[in-house]
């Protein structure tokens, strides 16, 4: 059984920074891309961010770039979301998605961790 489990999210004044993780359980973790992808209030599933099987290719939506990083550590199955400078808008519940492509915003996933970005 495919297991996502993400965690880090929280409360954090505008210009703060957090660090998500996901960890994964119940399949070959080192064969898959891994997305990030978030949901805000009211609003659909925005991708934000994927990485190759290797960790050796990232992708960044236009609203994070410069902001974000991601990635990922094989040998403990999990992949993380370093984000900084945040703002009000990146206020949302985040998710992280098993996939075969960089881009997607669906498929397997957590219950997801809320980012709340507010002074």
């Known amino acids: 059984e495919v297991q996502l489990v993400e965690s880090g999210g929280g409360l954090v004044q505008p210009g703060g920074s957090l660090r998500l993780s996901c960890a994964a359980s119940g399949f070959s973790f080192i064969y898959y891309a891994m997305t990030w992808v978030r949901q805000a209030p009211g609003k659909g599933l925005e991708w934000v961010s994927g990485?190759?099987?290797?960790?050796?290719?990232?992708e960044y939506a236009a609203s994070v770039k410069g902001r974000f990083i991601i990635s990922r550590d094989n040998a403990k199955n999990t992949v993380f979301l370093q984000m900084n400078s945040l703002r009000p808008e990146d206020t949302a519940v985040y998710y992280c998605i098993k996939s075969q492509s960089l881009f997607a915003i669906s498929g397997d996933r957590g219950q997801g961790t809320q980012v709340t970005v507010s002074s």
């Open positions: 990485i190759n099987s290797a960790g050796t290719i990232t």
